[in-house]
């Protein structure tokens, strides 16, 4: 008895309560089988009782300040209205996100003064009502609003007016090519939750993994050198960083554009980490060794040019430009 009550202490610290149930589960029912035929003259686990478990801890609500700065996020990507939808719909209703994944149309019942959505296959594979506020509501006209079969003013009047009949099964957020948002894979959370948590923590990072980024820029041993599938335009332009080069911890990418006369060569040139004062800084973009991320510039001018910086030590890996960006 002692040594089971002992392997329980010792299995404790290095297990899941579950784990641990499941083994002494297993051992007092070999234990009863050993007296019931006669093994053993007494039961020697009758006395050993399974690990209780823990209450939960309660979620911690984002606060006031988190859930700005999630939104501001949300409306500086590429397609900030349907962003900010999904955004303040998992804030507002509590949904999971392969809830508000699989969300149709037909699931929403919008009203000017109330809604309901209707999760059909939650946890447990049971389905809810969820009512809709009024932020929520909201969020979803002004990202509708212009969209087929609406094509109405993105006022709560005007898309409840024109919302489809119950039976409707197009997606409600769909990916950019018309389809359900797929439900993440544990990478993807993993990647997710990464941003997440440096966008709470005013980093300047967004993941875009359904757009192709119209800049990428690729750090090596032999310096930075960029690549872009089209024509740059004015506004925001998503801009990936991927990173080869393995000498450095962590890595920068500096965007703005130079006064009249400067060129790259002088950008090259500059000998301090510091911006030179004719650079005119618009944003920057980090990574980590052997990783990949993104970020939004907004550039309404160009030629663009930008610094590649490295750490530790402080390093500056090269110098990218001009880059034209159209109007």
């Known amino acids: 008895m002692c040594t089971g009550v002992r392997w329980r202490g010792a299995?404790?610290?290095?297990?899941?309560?579950?784990?641990?149930?499941?083994?002494?589960?297993?051992?007092?029912?070999?234990?009863?089988?050993l007296h019931d035929k006669g093994h053993v003259e007494a039961n020697p686990a009758s006395r050993l009782k399974l690990v209780g478990r823990a209450p939960l801890p309660a979620p911690k609500a984002?606060?006031?300040?988190?859930?700005?700065?999630?939104?501001r996020a949300a409306a500086r990507t590429r397609r900030p209205t349907r962003d900010t939808a999904i955004v303040?719909?998992?804030?507002?209703?509590?949904?999971?996100?392969?809830?508000?994944?699989?969300?149709?149309?037909?699931?929403?019942?919008?009203?000017e003064k109330r809604g309901v959505l209707v999760v059909r296959a939650g946890k447990g594979n049971k389905?809810?009502?969820?009512?809709?506020?009024?932020?929520?509501?909201?969020?979803?006209?002004?990202?509708?609003?212009?969209l087929p079969p609406f094509e109405v003013e993105p006022t709560l009047k005007a898309v409840a007016g024109a919302w489809p009949k119950p039976r409707h099964r197009d997606s409600l957020l769909p990916d950019p090519g018309g389809r359900p948002?797929?439900?993440?894979?544990?990478?993807?959370?993993?990647?997710?939750?990464?941003?997440?948590?440096s966008i709470l923590n005013g980093g300047a990072a967004i993941t875009v993994p359904d757009v192709a980024p119209d800049l990428v820029?690729?750090?090596?041993?032999?310096?930075?050198?960029?690549?872009?599938?089209?024509?740059?335009?004015?506004?925001?332009?998503?801009?990936?960083?991927?990173?080869?080069?393995?000498?450095?911890?962590?890595?920068?990418?500096?965007?703005?554009?130079?006064?009249?006369?400067?060129?790259?060569?002088?950008?090259?040139a500059w000998p301090s980490m510091d911006e030179p004062p004719w650079f005119n800084y618009i944003t920057h973009g980090e990574a980590r060794k052997g990783?990949?991320?993104?970020?939004?510039?907004?550039?309404?001018?160009?030629?663009?040019?930008?610094?590649?910086?490295?750490?530790?030590?402080?390093?500056?890996t090269g110098a990218l430009g001009p880059i034209e960006v159209l109007p």
């Open 217 to 268: 820029v690729t750090f090596t041993d032999e310096g930075c050198a960029y690549t872009s599938p089209a024509p740059l335009r004015a506004g925001e332009l998503v801009i990936e960083i991927v990173v080869e080069d393995t000498r450095f911890e962590s890595y920068a990418l500096v965007v703005g554009t130079l006064d009249a006369g400067k060129t790259v060569k002088d950008l090259q």
């Open 291 to 316: 990783g990949r991320s993104y970020f939004v510039a907004e550039a309404q001018a160009g030629p663009l040019h930008m610094g590649c910086l490295a750490a530790s030590p402080d390093t500056k």
């Open 11 to 33: 299995v404790g610290v290095l297990r899941r309560t579950s784990t641990i149930n499941t083994h002494l589960s297993a051992l007092r029912s070999f234990c009863a089988w």
């Open 88 to 111: 303040q719909l998992l804030l507002q209703t509590g949904v999971r996100i392969g809830e508000a994944a699989a969300l149709r149309l037909g699931d929403i019942q919008f009203g």
């Open 127 to 146: 389905a809810r009502n969820v009512p809709l506020n009024g932020s929520a509501r909201q969020a979803l006209a002004d990202y509708l609003a212009p």
């Open 181 to 197: 948002i797929r439900v993440v894979t544990a990478a993807d959370a993993a990647q997710f939750e990464r941003q997440f948590l």
């Open 62 to 71: 984002l606060t006031d300040p988190q859930v700005n700065t999630l939104l």
